[in-house]
Protein backbone atom coordinates (compact mmCIF):
# COMPACT_ATOMS: atom_id res chain seq x y z
CA UNK A 1 0.00 0.00 0.00
CA UNK A 2 1.28 3.25 -0.28
CA UNK A 3 0.20 5.08 2.86
CA UNK A 4 1.99 8.55 1.94
CA UNK A 5 -1.24 8.42 -0.79
CA UNK A 6 -3.82 6.95 1.30
CA UNK A 7 -3.11 9.56 4.24
CA UNK A 8 -2.82 12.33 1.71
CA UNK A 9 -6.17 11.26 0.28
CA UNK A 10 -8.16 10.45 3.82
CA UNK A 11 -6.91 14.06 5.48
CA UNK A 12 -7.04 16.45 2.58
CA UNK A 13 -5.93 19.71 2.41
CA UNK A 14 -8.68 22.33 0.89
CA UNK A 15 -6.02 23.90 -0.80
CA UNK A 16 -2.98 22.29 -2.81
CA UNK A 17 -0.40 23.70 -4.83
CA UNK A 18 1.75 21.00 -7.45
CA UNK A 19 5.51 21.82 -8.09
CA UNK A 20 7.65 19.48 -10.38
CA UNK A 21 6.08 16.71 -8.49
CA UNK A 22 5.74 17.88 -4.79
CA UNK A 23 2.15 18.46 -3.43
CA UNK A 24 2.12 21.95 -0.84
CA UNK A 25 -0.79 21.19 1.37
CA UNK A 26 -2.20 24.27 3.13
CA UNK A 27 -5.59 23.76 5.54
CA UNK A 28 -5.24 27.26 7.89
CA UNK A 29 -2.48 25.51 9.38
CA UNK A 30 -4.52 22.83 11.53
CA UNK A 31 -2.51 19.41 11.63
CA UNK A 32 1.01 19.04 9.84
CA UNK A 33 -0.75 16.44 8.10
CA UNK A 34 -2.97 18.75 6.01
CA UNK A 35 0.00 21.64 6.11
CA UNK A 36 2.73 20.20 4.58
CA UNK A 37 5.08 19.21 1.46
CA UNK A 38 4.28 15.53 0.44
CA UNK A 39 7.70 14.96 -1.56
CA UNK A 40 6.46 12.75 -4.61
CA UNK A 41 9.83 11.69 -5.86
CA UNK A 42 12.77 13.81 -6.75
CA UNK A 43 12.26 16.70 -8.77
CA UNK A 44 14.56 18.19 -11.56
CA UNK A 45 15.99 21.15 -9.51
CA UNK A 46 15.88 20.45 -5.57
CA UNK A 47 16.91 23.64 -4.64
CA UNK A 48 14.19 25.21 -6.63
CA UNK A 49 12.10 23.09 -5.19
CA UNK A 50 12.35 23.60 -1.53
CA UNK A 51 12.69 27.29 -2.52
CA UNK A 52 9.13 27.39 -3.60
CA UNK A 53 8.09 25.20 -0.68
CA UNK A 54 9.26 27.57 2.01
CA UNK A 55 7.90 30.97 -0.44
CA UNK A 56 4.40 29.10 -0.39
CA UNK A 57 4.27 28.27 3.41
CA UNK A 58 6.14 31.74 4.20
CA UNK A 59 3.37 33.86 2.46
CA UNK A 60 0.86 31.89 4.69
CA UNK A 61 2.75 33.17 8.00
CA UNK A 62 3.39 29.15 8.02
CA UNK A 63 6.77 26.97 9.29
CA UNK A 64 7.61 25.25 6.45
CA UNK A 65 7.21 20.94 6.87
CA UNK A 66 7.85 18.33 5.03
CA UNK A 67 6.33 14.85 5.48
CA UNK A 68 8.84 12.54 4.99
CA UNK A 69 7.19 8.80 4.29
CA UNK A 70 8.59 5.59 1.87
CA UNK A 71 7.67 7.90 -0.84
CA UNK A 72 9.73 10.77 -0.14
CA UNK A 73 13.42 10.77 -2.56
CA UNK A 74 16.53 9.34 -1.11
CA UNK A 75 18.78 12.21 0.42
CA UNK A 76 16.03 15.04 1.31
CA UNK A 77 15.84 14.30 4.57
CA UNK A 78 19.62 14.62 5.14
CA UNK A 79 19.36 17.99 2.98
CA UNK A 80 16.30 19.12 5.07
CA UNK A 81 18.78 18.46 8.30
CA UNK A 82 21.33 20.45 6.50
CA UNK A 83 19.36 23.54 6.39
CA UNK A 84 18.56 23.07 9.75
CA UNK A 85 15.17 21.81 9.31
CA UNK A 86 13.79 19.41 12.89
CA UNK A 87 12.86 15.97 13.05
CA UNK A 88 9.30 16.04 14.65
CA UNK A 89 6.16 14.08 15.40
CA UNK A 90 8.15 10.45 14.25
CA UNK A 91 4.28 8.54 13.28
CA UNK A 92 3.52 4.84 12.98
CA UNK A 93 1.02 3.46 10.36
CA UNK A 94 -0.29 -0.05 11.87
CA UNK A 95 -2.28 -2.12 9.46
CA UNK A 96 -4.68 -5.62 10.11
CA UNK A 97 -4.59 -7.93 7.59
CA UNK A 98 -7.60 -9.78 6.25
CA UNK A 99 -8.58 -12.95 7.84
CA UNK A 100 -10.30 -15.56 6.74
CA UNK A 101 -12.64 -15.50 5.52
CA UNK A 102 -12.36 -12.99 3.50
CA UNK A 103 -15.81 -11.14 4.09
CA UNK A 104 -15.31 -11.22 7.67
CA UNK A 105 -14.59 -8.04 9.46
CA UNK A 106 -10.78 -6.90 9.91
CA UNK A 107 -10.94 -7.37 13.67
CA UNK A 108 -12.17 -10.93 13.33
CA UNK A 109 -15.39 -12.39 13.05
CA UNK A 110 -16.69 -12.00 16.68
CA UNK A 111 -20.51 -10.97 17.93
CA UNK A 112 -20.93 -7.48 18.60
CA UNK A 113 -20.48 -6.50 22.16
CA UNK A 114 -22.77 -4.42 24.54
CA UNK A 115 -20.54 -1.41 24.11
CA UNK A 116 -20.35 -1.90 20.48
CA UNK A 117 -23.96 -1.96 19.86
CA UNK A 118 -24.13 1.51 21.32
CA UNK A 119 -21.77 3.34 18.80
CA UNK A 120 -23.18 5.96 16.79
CA UNK A 121 -22.55 6.27 13.52
CA UNK A 122 -23.32 8.66 10.98
CA UNK A 123 -21.81 9.87 7.77
CA UNK A 124 -21.38 13.34 8.94
CA UNK A 125 -19.72 14.71 12.08
CA UNK A 126 -22.25 16.34 14.37
CA UNK A 127 -21.81 18.97 17.11
CA UNK A 128 -20.95 16.62 19.93
CA UNK A 129 -18.75 14.22 17.94
CA UNK A 130 -16.46 17.35 16.93
CA UNK A 131 -16.60 18.84 20.53
CA UNK A 132 -15.27 15.33 21.89
CA UNK A 133 -12.87 14.96 19.07
CA UNK A 134 -11.60 18.54 19.60
CA UNK A 135 -11.16 18.41 23.45
CA UNK A 136 -8.93 15.94 23.34
CA UNK A 137 -7.21 16.48 20.02
CA UNK A 138 -7.68 19.90 20.10
CA UNK A 139 -4.09 21.59 19.55
CA UNK A 140 -5.27 24.28 17.40
CA UNK A 141 -6.96 27.20 20.07
CA UNK A 142 -9.89 28.34 17.16
CA UNK A 143 -9.35 25.91 14.79
CA UNK A 144 -12.04 23.42 14.87
CA UNK A 145 -14.23 24.80 12.21
CA UNK A 146 -10.98 24.24 9.98
CA UNK A 147 -10.69 21.03 11.16
CA UNK A 148 -14.09 20.17 10.17
CA UNK A 149 -13.69 21.57 7.20
CA UNK A 150 -10.79 18.55 6.51
CA UNK A 151 -12.85 15.86 7.40
CA UNK A 152 -15.49 16.95 5.56
CA UNK A 153 -13.08 16.92 2.33
CA UNK A 154 -13.89 13.26 1.76
CA UNK A 155 -16.24 10.94 2.09
CA UNK A 156 -16.56 8.97 6.03
CA UNK A 157 -18.04 7.47 8.97
CA UNK A 158 -18.55 8.99 12.36
CA UNK A 159 -18.77 6.91 15.36
CA UNK A 160 -19.25 7.97 18.58
CA UNK A 161 -19.87 6.46 22.12
CA UNK A 162 -22.65 7.68 23.91
CA UNK A 163 -23.96 7.67 27.46
CA UNK A 164 -26.28 10.38 29.03
CA UNK A 165 -26.30 12.72 26.38
CA UNK A 166 -22.61 13.31 27.05
CA UNK A 167 -20.07 11.71 24.02
CA UNK A 168 -17.40 9.90 25.63
CA UNK A 169 -15.49 8.11 23.00
CA UNK A 170 -15.23 9.10 19.01
CA UNK A 171 -13.29 7.50 15.66
CA UNK A 172 -13.77 8.79 12.20
CA UNK A 173 -13.50 5.82 9.16
CA UNK A 174 -12.95 6.92 5.36
CA UNK A 175 -13.00 4.01 2.84
CA UNK A 176 -9.83 3.75 0.20
CA UNK A 177 -9.45 1.31 -2.35
CA UNK A 178 -10.57 -1.66 -0.41
CA UNK A 179 -9.04 -0.52 2.53
CA UNK A 180 -10.33 1.69 5.71
CA UNK A 181 -8.36 4.59 7.11
CA UNK A 182 -9.14 5.05 10.72
CA UNK A 183 -8.69 8.62 11.62
CA UNK A 184 -9.53 10.72 15.08
CA UNK A 185 -9.70 8.34 17.39
CA UNK A 186 -10.21 10.23 21.12
CA UNK A 187 -11.31 9.22 24.33
CA UNK A 188 -12.85 11.72 26.73
CA UNK A 189 -9.61 11.14 30.27
CA UNK A 190 -12.94 10.90 32.36
CA UNK A 191 -13.97 7.79 30.30
CA UNK A 192 -10.88 5.86 29.55
CA UNK A 193 -9.89 2.45 30.92
CA UNK A 194 -13.93 1.31 29.97
CA UNK A 195 -12.87 -0.25 26.40
CA UNK A 196 -14.82 2.36 25.02
CA UNK A 197 -11.89 3.26 22.19
CA UNK A 198 -12.45 -0.32 21.13
CA UNK A 199 -16.03 -0.58 20.86
CA UNK A 200 -15.82 2.49 18.65
CA UNK A 201 -13.01 0.86 16.45
CA UNK A 202 -14.80 -2.63 15.47
CA UNK A 203 -18.08 -0.63 15.28
CA UNK A 204 -16.51 1.55 12.30
CA UNK A 205 -14.81 -1.45 11.23
CA UNK A 206 -18.11 -3.83 11.24
CA UNK A 207 -20.19 -1.06 9.69
CA UNK A 208 -17.75 -0.47 6.57
CA UNK A 209 -17.44 -4.43 6.46
CA UNK A 210 -13.77 -3.80 6.07
CA UNK A 211 -11.93 -6.70 5.42
CA UNK A 212 -8.14 -4.76 6.07
CA UNK A 213 -7.31 -1.22 7.85
CA UNK A 214 -5.15 0.94 8.94
CA UNK A 215 -4.10 3.69 11.07
CA UNK A 216 -2.06 6.00 12.37
CA UNK A 217 -0.18 7.15 15.73
CA UNK A 218 2.46 8.65 17.43
CA UNK A 219 5.50 6.79 18.12
CA UNK A 220 5.42 7.75 22.09
CA UNK A 221 2.16 6.40 22.24
CA UNK A 222 2.32 3.21 23.71
CA UNK A 223 -1.16 3.17 25.16
CA UNK A 224 -2.71 3.91 21.39
CA UNK A 225 0.02 1.21 20.18
CA UNK A 226 -1.20 -1.86 22.41
CA UNK A 227 -4.90 -1.42 22.20
CA UNK A 228 -4.40 -1.29 18.19
CA UNK A 229 -2.43 -4.54 18.83
CA UNK A 230 -4.69 -6.49 20.78
CA UNK A 231 -6.95 -5.80 17.71
CA UNK A 232 -4.93 -7.06 15.32
CA UNK A 233 -2.68 -4.27 13.84
CA UNK A 234 0.53 -4.16 13.15
CA UNK A 235 3.18 -1.43 12.39
CA UNK A 236 3.53 -1.26 8.58
CA UNK A 237 5.29 1.46 7.85
CA UNK A 238 6.32 4.94 9.93
CA UNK A 239 6.77 8.56 8.43
CA UNK A 240 8.26 11.65 10.41
CA UNK A 241 8.17 15.45 9.89
CA UNK A 242 11.15 18.21 8.84
CA UNK A 243 10.03 21.44 10.00
CA UNK A 244 11.62 24.81 9.63
Known sequence: MDFDLLVHEAWPAYEQRVHDGWVLRYAGGVTKRANSVLPLGRPADLDAAIGAAEAFYGGRGQRCAFSMGLGAPPGLDEELERRGYERVDPTLVMTAPAPAPASAPVLAARPASAAEEKVRIEDRPWAGWLDTWWAVDGRYD?????????????PAWY??????????????A?????????????????????????????????HAGATSAYLLTTEPNRAAQALYRGEGFEVASRYHYRVR
Open 174 to 206: VPQDGTLGIYCMATLPQARRRGLARAVLRALVR
Open 159 to 172: GAYEESGETLAVGR
Open 142 to 154: SGLARAARICAGV
